[in-house]
């Protein structure tokens, strides 16, 4: 049994997104079924509305920054009753039987992750639908808490920009007098900014513009470098334990590689392709260095963040949309016209 839920969805690639109505299913008994108050707009959106990068499949309807209040529990779930405000992010399902779901990384699913939208239904191959909707419904091992204190508006693009650079501080044990840089100042850097210097990292941003300096030092650094400046480059050779790299673009990452320290991670969190130019292998081989790929994070991990930034009293810095203005948010996201990240009052989704 289906119910019909009102959203905003592309229904093709070189559309606006309008509203739609589509089919949810009943709550089986571990369901969660979330009536949507807030979610957040990721420059995921706005590539798999526009078909960017070659797997949507419509209509889409777009959001895995989800935040709302319980409406309905099944009868087996024990986590979440109704009332309770909870969240959903970029996934709902994995096998949970390999290896990396039994480590609590389901992002890294062998079989493939079920995305929160664009993707299919494991058990009963309905399509997913994201949280441009009025309600949303996920298993409750794939549904987060939102600790009590936390702002909910600010706490939507936790639920991806957050984890997405929670994690590999986490993965690569980043502490008290580690030494961190951040590639790019968005919706990504800036919560890497904000996570690393909780987590009481030395923390730089690379930048191509100067003008980003005092707002990044009011998000958290300690240090802006101008990375187009090769004095600046220069004076950091050596010294980065950690560099997050949140451009979600092609771009030049040899610069950076000498400036790892021995044993440094450059991570890739924004960008999917192809490096160009070409990596040279020097530094890498000189300095023991390496370059890697980091994906949001497991549940588990998505829930320790939350209850991080409840108690450190981090949050997304948001600008608050209504529905019907999401269109032009995805205009203003390509100019990177935000500060830094879009949340939609989803009390404003009307047909």
């Known amino acids: 049994m289906t119910l019909k839920v009102l959203g905003y969805a592309a229904q093709s690639a070189k559309v606006p997104l309008a509203p739609f109505e589509f089919e949810q299913r009943e709550a089986r008994a571990d369901d969660v079924v979330i009536d949507v108050m807030y979610c957040g707009v990721c420059h995921s959106d706005l590539h798999q509305a526009r078909n960017d990068w070659g797997f949507s499949t419509y209509p ?28 959903i992010g970029c996934m709902v399902d994995s096998c949970r039987t390999c290896s990396p779901c039994e480590k609590g990384l389901e992002q890294y699913c062998l079989e493939g992750n079920t995305q929160t939208y664009n993707s299919v239904d494991r058990h009963d191959h309905m399509p997913t639908y994201g949280g441009y909707s009025k309600s949303i419904v996920a298993s409750e091992s794939f549904v987060l808490r939102m600790p009590e204190g936390i ?23 980043i502490t008290k007098g580690s030494k961190v840089g951040v590639v790019g100042l ?25 003008g980003k300096a005092e707002d990044a030092r009011r998000l958290g650094a300690h240090h802006i470098v101008v990375s187009t400046d090769e004095a600046q480059m220069a004076a950091t050779h050596g010294e980065f334990d950690l560099i997050i790299d949140t451009v979600p673009y092609v771009h030049d990452i040899n610069p ?9 991670t450059l991570v890739f969190v924004g960008f999917l392709g192809d490096i160009s130019p070409m990596l040279n292998t020097l530094s890498l081989i000189l300095g023991r260095r390496s370059v890697a790929g980091s994906c949001i994070g497991g549940i588990a991990e998505t829930q320790e963040m939350l209850d991080f930034c409840a108690k450190h009293n981090i949050g997304s810095d948001i600008e608050m949309i209504n529905m019907p203005d999401i269109n032009d948010a995805y205009e203003r996201m390509l100019k990177s016209d935000v500060k830094y990240r879009f949340v939609i009052d989803m009390a404003t989704l009307t047909a």
């Open 60 to 87: 889409l309807v777009p959001g895995h920054e989800v935040v709302g209040r319980v409406a309905k529990v099944g009868k087996n779930v024990t986590k979440f009753k109704v009332g309770d405000y909870a969240g």
């Open 151 to 173: 702002d909910l508006k600010a706490a939507a693009p936790l639920l991806c920009a957050g984890i997405t650079t929670w994690s590999p501080l986490r993965h690569w044990n």
């Open 186 to 210: 968005g919706g990504l850097g800036h919560m890497a900014l904000k996570l690393a210097n909780a987590l009481g990292a030395e923390v730089t941003l690379f930048t191509r513009s100067a």
């Open 256 to 264: 950076y590689m000498p400036t790892l320290n021995i044993d440094g």
